[in-house]
Every structure is written in C-alpha cells, then in structure tokens.
C-alpha cells in the first residue's frame, strides 16, 4: 500500500527552540495534509498544501510542500507549551483517501 | 466545519463480542471513512464507507471482520467483530466537509478487548 514516511519519530525541545518534523514519499502526491494530535485527544486538521513548492504560514508555524510534491515539512518558531502533541502528515495519492504518515511526537519543556 | 458525534466514547469488552460504534455527522458529507489508531501510533484507514453500497476496504481489512453500514449522508456505522485482545485500539470515522479541505475526525471509540 500506499506510504508516507515521517520523521523524527519523537523531538523534546526547551521552549523557545524551534521545531521541525519532516515527510516523504516515494511517488508523488495530489496533496498532503497535516494535523495535530493533542494527547487523549482526535487529530485536528492545520492546512493543505496542493502546490509544487508551496509554502503556507501560520502564525508560528511553517508548511512547506516539496517541489516533485513528493515531501513537506512543518516547521513551527519559538515553540511553546501549548504546541505540545503529535503531529501528522497525511498524503493524498487517489480518490480521497489519505494514508497518514507516523506521525512526531513533540514534547516541550518550560 | 462538518461536527461529528462518534459513540461510544470507549468500552470494555469480551473476546469473541461484536461492537457496533457509531458516527452522526451533522450536516450532508459525501466521504465518510473509518480509522483505527492503535496505542501510540498511526492512523491506518480501514474502509471507505460508501452511501447505499459496500464499503471499500483497504489491504488487511475485511468485510466479515468489521462490517460497515451507511445507510444515509449523515451516519454510519463500523462493527468490530468477534474480538480478540488485537483489536484494542481506537477507532475514528472521519468526514470530508463540503469545503473539501481536510478531515474532520469524530472523538474516537476506545476499545479495549480483555
């Protein structure tokens, strides 16, 4: 089946470090996706990118989506507590089903 | 954005029971899809549920193991069939809402098999 390949499998940053979590694939993408996994709770949808080299800010944090559209990373600034969670990427190959990559853990330290 | 009532919210159950766990979505959503994420780890889809024919069900997954129904735009069902341990996991239904961007995924169902 299809995959999507995700790292780091977990990150532990002091706050005010920045964070980054990266995914692949290794055929193209229609799209991809990410989300936020608060701990206990349902994945949260953050944005799509559909572009070729796209890039997508969100207050703190960066999406950027691969010129073959085949990786993007998520980059969030000066992390906070509250940023706390797993993060996902989910790619688009066909008929709208999204095949989740592994997902980071990101752990933040006051 | 499409808002999802997912139940039940966990349970405990017997090997070798059937749980049948529920989605309503508020609103007309044209895919509905249901996840399992086992503890600390991905989503891995399980099927397509399809309005008015069978569900489509990814490599690994099978219709006699977790039967699919949806009957309307709005609501479906996944049943866990004859339970094992294995099956402990959660299970998320999710929907693309009409603005076609991103999933919206119900609270989940934890399932715990003993």
């Known amino acids: 089946g299809q995959q999507v390949m995700q790292i780091p499998q977990y990150q532990h940053v002091q706050e005010g470090e920045d964070f980054t979590t990266y995914c692949n694939s290794s055929?193209?993408?229609?799209?991809i996706q990410w989300y936020k996994q608060r701990p206990g709770g349902h994945p949260v949808f953050l944005i799509q990118l559909v572009k070729s080299g796209e890039v997508k800010k969100q207050k703190r944090l960066t999406f950027q989506f691969g010129e073959a559209k085949k990786n993007s990373s998520l980059h969030i600034t000066a992390t906070q507590t509250t940023d706390v969670g797993t993060y996902f990427c989910a790619g688009l190959y066909n008929f709208n089903k999204f095949y989740f990559g592994s997902g980071t853990k990101l752990n933040v330290k006051p | 954005s499409a808002v999802i009532s997912q139940k039940p919210s966990r349970d405990i159950c017997q090997r070798g029971t059937s749980l049948t766990i529920q989605c309503q979505v508020d609103?007309?959503?044209?895919?509905m899809f249901w996840y399992r994420q086992q503890p600390g780890q991905s989503l891995t889809l399980i099927a397509t549920?399809?309005?008015?024919?069978?569900?489509?069900?990814e490599s690994g997954f099978v219709i006699d193991k977790f039967p699919i129904s949806r009957p309307n735009l709005t609501f479906s069902t996944l049943t866990v069939s004859n339970m094992s341990p294995e099956d402990s996991s959660i299970y998320l239904c999710s929907v693309v809402p009409l603005s076609g961007h991103g999933y919206t995924f119900g609270s989940g169902t934890r399932l715990t098999v003993v």
């Open positions: 549920a399809n309005q008015g024919s069978e569900a489509t069900y």
């Open positions: 055929t193209t993408l229609s799209n």
């Open positions: 609103s007309q959503v044209t895919m």
